[in-house]
């Protein structure tokens, strides 16, 4: 079993940062795989960003260049900088792991966009 706590979050101007942060625990010698993905309501939860144990990574075409993952094994956390946020951008965002062949989902963290 993994667990997963995210923090980080709030509301922002257009053009504005934020950073999300998700410390794991339990199982955490078989996490593979850690990232993010968001959710707006009435839409399908959506990939964000990937990390994997061995620092690869992969986007969303929506966020290139403007959203930067990155992840401390030795902490077991994995964080998401995001810049130039847009209102778009604004959905509930979920730290995933996966380890074993299974997906671990931490707590949604709100993230607003608007002036």
């Known amino acids: 079993q993994v667990q997963l706590v995210a923090s980080g979050g709030g509301l922002v101007q257009p053009g504005g940062s934020l950073r999300l942060s998700c410390a794991a625990s339990?199982?955490?010698?078989?996490?593979?795989?850690m990232g993010w993905y968001r959710q707006v309501p009435g839409k399908e939860r959506e990939l964000v960003a990937t990390?994997?144990?061995?620092?690869?990574?992969k986007y969303a075409d929506s966020v290139k260049g403007r959203f930067t993952i990155a992840r401390e094994n030795a902490k077991n956390t994995v964080s998401l900088q995001m810049n130039s946020l847009k209102p778009e951008d604004t959905a509930v965002y979920y730290c995933?792991?996966?380890?074993?062949?299974?997906?671990?989902w931490g707590q949604g963290t709100q993230v607003t966009v608007s002036s």
């Open positions: 995933i792991g996966t380890a074993r062949g299974s997906t671990y």
């Open positions: 990390i994997s144990s061995f620092g690869v990574t």
């Open positions: 339990g199982s955490i010698f078989s996490i593979n795989v």
